[in-house]
């Protein structure tokens, strides 16, 4: 396991008495963990996770993008963004919050080496069977004692708003019964994200890394047969922008950092001169996947736009050749510019019927992949938005139509807030469409975290926790009832 800041946060520094919960926000791209009442949080780490050949996991932004030979990239979540792999995912999850706010689980005194007992000549004592009773027994004590590095804190946790009853549950068995916590609550994060723009009653369009979800809010609850979800999120993107170097001519070359030793400059479409890295035993395939997403990102965060409106991008092709192209260069020289190709990997989220098709066959790996999907009319977000509207009450529809909240590191593409005003428009054309996306990239990556950080520390909400005694008189299943 990586390793962890040697020096454990004084409470002082988190204005002590007044910080009195924590508030962890898992997904399936990053685990965001910190105290409530903060701006941000502390604690950022991927939930991709390092396998060893040994069996060992290695977690944390630095150790996972090693290139071991015997390491495989999973994730503890399927494509749904359920948690399926849950005793990685709970050691995901505290990892996040003992390695950044809490510090790590101390090594036990017994095993420290300076509490061997020796004899009069300084000889280490040979076990008998009663001091090796006696040092089980303590050290028994000393991992219940190290167990409750979490027990301090009132803990506040996210969910999709499908998440299932049973997910639930084991979720706060994992935090009552192998964290110890004081107090729990567990929200959804289209509900949190409402509560940090400030508002009860919201149309929440969540754009993540497996999912985009549409969860509709009035006065501060959930309606729970608007809520909808579709595969139509980043990870899409990535495997459209995968689709689109593959079928550009020639095609642009995808080589991730971790092969290039050294490069030279070309010039704009010409082939790279790069000296590559050489492995006698080269990475999995599933790390290099996860290394290409790498640049697949910074691809998306500097080239990527969606075409704005009014219209699709079809029918204004010729205004796009008049907008400028840009340029990126890949991590081995190779640069380009581009220009249409720039919108249409977008488009799909809109219209699936300009999405590039999925490859005849794709390359395996260990992480879930959407490599292969062909999305449905059905799972465009105007679509999604228009089944979640009218879902709701007629006299409702106004009051959501004008606060769409746009969250998710997923809705920080270009022109995305623009493009969905413009089309909710054209489907509602006689109620007011506000789209709400907030300036900074911070209070959008991480929304939901920012509104449980704000409900979290409302003196009001201490009520609302369910303490560690109602949980052992009336079990898991008060989850259910309780967190709504």
């Known amino acids: 396991m990586t390793s962890v800041p040697p020096q454990i946060p004084l409470k002082e520094e988190y204005g002590g008495d007044e910080i009195n919960a924590l508030v962890l926000d898992p997904g399936s791209h990053s685990i965001r963990a910190g105290f409530a009442g903060e701006d941000t949080p502390k604690s950022v780490v991927p939930t991709h996770y390092g396998v060893l050949s040994s069996g060992h996991h290695v977690y944390g932004e630095n150790a996972i993008h090693i290139p071991n030979a015997d390491m495989e990239i999973r994730n503890p979540y399927n494509t749904d963004g359920l948690v399926e792999d849950w005793d990685t995912a709970a050691k995901m999850w505290e990892y996040s919050i003992t390695s950044r706010l809490t510090g790590a689980r101390q090594t036990p005194p017994s095993r420290n080496g300076l509490n061997v007992v020796k004899d009069g000549e300084g000889d280490v004592e040979m076990e008998t069977d009663e001091t090796s009773k006696a040092k089980a027994e303590t050290e028994k004590m000393e991992e219940e004692e190290r167990d409750r590095a979490l027990a301090e804190y009132p803990l506040l946790m996210t969910e999709p708003a499908w998440n299932p009853v049973k997910a639930r549950e084991k979720t706060m068995e994992v935090a009552m019964e192998e964290w110890d916590v004081p107090a729990f609550f567990l929200a959804k994060t289209g509900q949190l994200a409402a509560y940090g723009n400030g508002k009860a009653t919201a149309l929440v369009v969540d754009v993540g890394h497996y999912n985009t979800s549409v969860t509709a809010l009035w006065e501060g609850m959930v309606l729970r047969k608007s809520t909808t979800h579709s595969p139509l999120a980043s990870s899409f993107l990535s495997d459209q922008i995968r689709r689109m170097f593959t079928t550009t001519t020639p095609p642009v070359p995808l080589t991730p950092y971790y092969l290039i030793a050294s490069k030279i400059p070309v010039d704009a479409g010409h082939p790279a001169s790069a000296t590559y890295t050489n492995f006698s035993s080269p990475p999995s395939p599933s790390f290099r996947r996860f290394e290409e997403d790498r640049v697949l990102t910074a691809f998306k965060e500097s080239v990527v736009s969606a075409w704005p409106g009014p219209g699709r991008l079809e029918a204004n092709l010729e205004a796009v050749k008049l907008t400028p192209p840009r340029p990126f260069e890949m991590p081995d020289g190779w640069n380009n510019v581009f220009g249409a190709e720039r919108y249409k990997v977008v488009e799909g989220l809109f219209d699936t019927k300009a ?8 390359t395996s790996s260990s992480s879930p992949s959407q490599s292969q999907y062909t ?9 999604m938005i228009h089944r979640s509207v009218n879902a709701c009450d007629v006299d409702a529809r106004p009051a959501l139509l004008g606060n ?8 920080l593409i270009e022109k995305l807030p623009e493009r969905l005003q413009s089309d909710v428009q054209a489907m509602f054309p006689n109620p007011r469409v506000r789209v709400i996306a907030a300036g900074g990239s911070v209070e959008r990556k991480f929304g939901a975290w920012i509104g449980g950080s704000v409900l979290a520390s409302l003196g009001t909400f201490h009520q609302m926790w369910i303490s560690r005694e109602e949980y052992a008189e009336f079990g898991a299943g008060l989850v259910e009832r309780r967190c709504k």
């Open 375 to 383: 999305p449905k009319s059905d799972d465009s977000i105007p679509s």
């Open 355 to 362: 999405a590039y098709p999925p490859p005849p066959s794709s």
């Open 404 to 411: 769409i909240i746009l969250t998710g590191a997923g809705s």
